[in-house]
Every structure is written in C-alpha cells, then in structure tokens.
C-alpha cells in the first residue's frame, strides 16, 4: 500500500507580499513534496492564506482599499509566486472560505465545548498585534515584541478561553513517547522544557465588535473564534474535516507533517496538539521546524525592512537557481543567512561553472565521440541522498549532489577523456559514456529541488546532445 504523506506549509498572512523567508519555507515543503511523489508515497500538498485577521484590514486601509478587493489581490499575489517558483500545492486554502473552512472551525469549536474546555473570562492583558496574540512580560525585550520591534497594548475584554493547562501533561507525554516527532531534536528539547514549565490557559475568541473579520462562535455570535484557533484549523478543513466528504481526511490526516518556522512553535507543538485531543482527534504526526532567514543579521522581515524579494531576484537569475539555493544553502533546521551577495557567489560558483560547466563539457565530449546516447537504463543514486530525505535533510541531499558534481568534474581532469580520446579511443569512450550516467543520476537526484533542469539534463543525456546554450550563464 502507498504511504500517505500529506505536507502542510503555515498559511501566510495577506498583509503585504511575501518575501524571501516565505519563499523558503513553501520551496522547502514543495522539495520533500516532490521528492516524496517521486518515490511513490501518496502526497498531499497544503498550503493557503490566513485572513480572519485585522492585520488585512489595517493594511487595506492603510492603501486606501476596499479589505475584500485588497485581500483577493494580494492572495492572487500569493498564488503566481508559488506559480512560478514551481510549488506543486495541491490545495490552496483561504480561510476566508466559508464554504471550505468555516465548517471545520465551527465544528472543532463544538467539540470543544463538548469536553468542558471552553470557558467565558474575563481577561486583561498584553496583545501584541503583530502576533495577534496576548504576551507576557518575559516575551519582551525593552518593553518590545522582539519579534515585531513593537510594544504591545493593554487589553481588557470578555474572551472564551480554552483549558490549554489541563493538557499539558499529555502532550508533553505525546512528545516524549514520539507520538508527535518534533524535529529537530533541538525544537523538540525547546517545547519539552516550556511543557514542563507548564501552559497557560488561552484567550480563543474575541468580541465581535472588535473583529470586523472572522468566524462567529457556534451559539454566541457576540464573540469571534480568535485568529489561532480559527488558523490552525486549516490543516483539517481543508481535508474536508466538518464537512459532507471527509475521504481526504481519512486518507492523509495520520501521515501529516507539518512545516513550520520557529516562531510559531509553540501554537504548533503545544497548542494545536491540545485542541486536537479536546476535539477527540488525532494528534499531529510531525512537525519540522525550520530556522529563519536571517538578512543583516535580523530575521527577514517587512517590518524590519530587510526583505529580498524572491520574484524581482527569480527574474534576473531564473526560479531554480533560487530553489536551488534555498535547499543547498539554508540549513532546514537551522537560521541561515542569506544576502544578495552569498546567492551570486553561489549561483556563479555552484550553477555557473560547477553545473552548467559539467553538462557543456560531458555533453560536448559525448556528442563528439558517443556513436549513441550512454545507457541510463541503471543509473546508481548514492543511498546517503534518500536517507537525508527521510530525515527532511534537503540541504545534506543537495549536498550529495554538489558532492556527485565535483567527483565528475575530477574524473574529467584526471582522466582527461578529450585527450586520452586520440591515443586510446576504447577507453576514452568508457570514460565518456560513464561520465554521461552519472550525470542522468544527477539530472534524477535533482528533480526535487530543479524540476527543469533536471529533464533538460535528462533529455540531453539521452539524446546525446550539446545544450544549445550554457545551462547557467555566469553573472558579473
Ligand atoms: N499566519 C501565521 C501562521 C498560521 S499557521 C496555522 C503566520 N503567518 S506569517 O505569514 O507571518 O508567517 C508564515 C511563515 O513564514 C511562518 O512559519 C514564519 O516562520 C515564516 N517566516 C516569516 N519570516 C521568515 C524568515 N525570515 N525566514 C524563514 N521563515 C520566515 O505566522
């Protein structure tokens, strides 16, 4: 039987284009998508916009615009950059939908209420906007949200509130027998020890009249269901959890792996655990939290201003060498920082004369000296690049194909074919015809992460053909 494996991005924020860090994020989960296709597991790929927010509003009007005309553009926005940044999403959820996602929240939020974990407070507290949520004191750095370089406002107002205490121990519990895989170790070590600590109860609804957006609570339409809660939801519903044909849900939900970045782990490992089990479902499988792109020593971030627009460096460069960097450079576990600068070194060192190079010269060699196309009937993928897959490793699988790009390159120097063609015709042409199998095992290993590239070089390979033009030019 296929193995279900069902990827979910976090669902963006329409308030301004997405940048760089966003960019990481969806072509990381777009690489372990494709890669998991490939290998025959049945993929589900999720990803969407998160727009029960005032953050839209607040944007909107900033621009002068009507908030529903504001969000289908910027979600349009959304879409063509994960159009042509090749990302092979099979949903794209809204959570304005309220035909798609509204069931689902609606119905989470019953059965909530069924298990006695919802309760009307009132509460007064610190509410960061840019997190949409309440903070404490020691969240705070200089009386500012580190994380949004704000300081958040006082709030005091009539919330339902979900018993989020009464779970710690079983989630914690759930971590620690690996129920719930958190990855990296690091991550997982990071939640255990706020586990331990103990959770709060949290804020899951606000007054209606103070949200202009949002999904009613079930039997109180004075209160809203609170950006989280109705967020985190998105997984489900869009596997059609709450409505009439819930076949995807039953088909992917116990395959999930969830991608998020470090900053919304806690919503995702403890939080969205929790309601799961109020609701009488199960738990989240995996989830892999990656660091975040760091620009000029910052988080990349619009409201930092230190953003590197992907479609502006994607057109000068072309949207693969962009993937490409991504999965190579930026570790999916760790920050990693990445400038103008690091990605044309790369791109020239890496794409230009590595890559590019190899292809023009095998191919060169092969369309002179080949009387046919090598065979590519087996080809040998080193076992190191599935095993690092499996463990979500894209930078260590790109690593292993940077590794196969260099060993061909000094099989060409040392071997020097183009000569030893002159004296010992036999034994040059092995060297070619080997030199062109390793370079299909390439173009294979790269389908994942340069889905073009990879059939250019396939093609040429089995064509025996030059490309006509260098693959990668180099850039001054
Ligand atoms: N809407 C919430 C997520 C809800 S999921 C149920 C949200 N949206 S966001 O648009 O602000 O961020 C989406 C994702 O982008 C987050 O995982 C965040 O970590 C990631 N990134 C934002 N800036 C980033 C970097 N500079 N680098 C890497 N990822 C970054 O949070």
Known sequence: MKKPFYITTPIFYPNGFLHMGHAYVTTLCDVLARYHRLSGDQTYFLTGADENTEKVVRAAKAVGKDPKIYLDEI??????????????????????????????????????????????????????????AFVTEKDLVDGKCPDHG????????????????????????????????????????????????GLEDVSFSRPADKMSVGIPVPGDPSQKIYVWCDALVNYISALGFGRADQTLFDTFWSGVTHVIGKDILRFHAAIWPAMLMSAGLPVPRRILVHGLIISGGKKM?????????????????????????????????????????????????????????????????????LSASANVSTVSIPAE????????????????????????????????????????????????????TRLFAIGKMLEPIMPQTAVTIQTLVRENKMPDAPLFLRKE
């Not at 260099?406 to 040059?428: C, G, N, R, S, Y």
């Open 150 to 197: 704000e300081a958040p406002v006082l709030l005091r107002e009539e919330n339902y509130f979900f018993k989020l205490s009464k779970y710690t121990k079983q989630v914690k519990d759930k971590i620690e027998k690996g129920e719930i895989e958190i990855v990296p170790q690091s991550r997982r070590n990071e939640i255990l020890a706020l586990l331990e600590r």
């Open 385 to 436: 690049y599935a095993a690092a897959f499996e463990r979500f490793d894209i930078q260590a699988a790109a690593g292993v194909i940077t590794k196969a790009i260099a060993e061909a390159d000094q099989t060409i120097q040392e071997k020097a074919p183009f000569k030893l063609v002159k004296t010992d015709k036999e034994a040059a042409v092995k060297i070619i015809a080997n030199l062109c």
């Open 75 to 132: 979600v349009k926005s959304f879409r063509d950059l994960f159009d042509s940044f090749e990302i092979s999403y099979d949903q794209f959820i809204r959570t304005s939908d309220e035909k798609v996602h509204w069931p689902g929240a609606q119905e989470v939020w019953k059965r909530l209420v069924a298990s006695g974990d919802i309760e009307k407070r009132s509460y007064e507290g610190l509410y960061c906007q840019g997190h949409e």
């Open 301 to 369: 971030s619009k409201s930092l201003g230190n953003v590197i627009d992907p479609l502006a460096l994607s057109h000068e460069y072309g949207v693969e060498p962009v993937r490409y960097y991504l999965a190579r450079y930026i570790s999916p576990f760790e920050d990693g920082e990445m400038t103008l600068d690091s990605f044309k070194s790369a791109y020239n060192a890496d794409l230009a004369n590595g890559l590019g190079n190899l292809v023009s010269r095998v191919m060169r060699m092969a369309s002179t000296h």
